[in-house]
């Protein structure tokens, strides 16, 4: 061991006189004032070269070495889905983009109709295989969390990465305080307006507006399909919620939903409107120009341009006493199988992430004519897309509690019954908070 000190001793002493040497070499030559390197591009070592340092800095132990490249993802994972025509082909081209930019990772893909994927996936997960990641809707996530088939991402994705996606489309993978998957689009509700009757930028800002323009004539009127989600959006801009966090039915405790009720039935008397819930005779009667706005989402977007063509616009709600309205905003998003072991889950994150870009973004808008979760995604030149993604500004996640089962039937009877004409608004907003509660065991 001593005649190893001593050799390494005298090969540091040696690697110092050659610096000294060097250093005296050096000051021969024609050099600057101290504290005015130059630098000859020429000269200038290759990353990872040797260099040599003069002046009085001590030379360097351990010699720079170029920044290593990251090791290029290799593997193979499955992914299941249920996207067809042209969300299938938008699909194929996001997958054909990340094996250029994955060259090593291969993306096998198995599509399962949609009325099947959710089952089929928990079986196989819960018999301990499965895909990799499933393209699913947000509505399976709490049964899915609940089964354990799908891998929390909070410590998985640095939380900064998560700022490009809607606030409200990321907010509908988050549950019971976790986050457990990716949204690559969304749907909304917004305006629809016929140009050939009404000039969007003049549609009033607020609904008492929206109501007196509508009762001007009835080529003005407004058509809105009475269901629960169509008409959510009604609940926020007069400052009510259907739930708390706790699945507590709280719409008859603070704002005031009676008087959204109120506002619905009196626009459903103004002739030319209709508050229905004959989805069908709504789009027949606006297709056929008999009113100007029709509430709606980009589900009908191939079918009115192919009425309207460039006639046809998008443009956010009207806000509400309390403040904006704030559609429900539901999406697809993907997930990831709790069983994958750690390097497995890099590469199945690898594509999650690159489908979820405003890259792919892209590609689902112009393909899949779908509305992307990625917020910075160019939309092209397709107006209406735009217009949903400015309504969705202003959106918040459809719920994702268990006691929206009950919820569906109940608060879609709630407005029936408001315009009905029959019932009080009061008495029904807190007839519907009981029976919802009671059904949930509240």
Known sequence: MNHLL??????????GLIIVLLALLAACEDTPPAGEPVVD???TPAAGAATTTTGDAPA????????????????????????????????????AAYQRAEPGVTVDTLFVAYPDLAQAYADAVAGGGGPDLVLAPNWWLGDLATADVIQPLDDLVPAADLNSYWPA???????QGRL???PTNYELVSVFVNRALADPAALPPTLDG??????QAPTLGIGLYNNLYHLAWGLSAYGARLFDDNGVAVIDQGGDAAGYLAWLRTLSETPGSYVDPDYGMLLDRFKKGEFA??????????ELRGVFGDSLAVTPLPAGPAGPAQPWLSADGVLMNPTLAPEQQQIALSFARFLTTAESGALIASLGKRLPAARNTALGEDALLTGFAQQAINAQPMPALPEMAQAWGYGGDMFVKAVDGAADPTATV?????????????
């Open 41 to 43: 591009a020429a000269a």
């Open 6 to 15: 001593t050799s390494a001793a005298r090969r540091v002493l040696l690697a």
């Open 293 to 302: 706005y029709f509430v709606d989402g980009p589900w009908a977007i191939d």
């Open 180 to 182: 457990y998957g990716l």
């Open 210 to 215: 929206w109501l007196a323009q509508a009762q």
């Open 60 to 95: 360097p132990s351990i010699l720079p070495t170029a920044t290593p490249t990251p090791t290029p993802l290799a593997g193979r994972i499955v992914l299941w889905h249920s996207w067809a025509e042209g969300d299938g082909d938008a699909l194929a081209a996001i997958l």
């Open 430 to 442: 807190r007839e519907t908070a009981a029976l919802i509660n009671d059904a949930n065991s509240k």
């Open 169 to 175: 489309a990321l907010g509908n993978f988050v549950w």
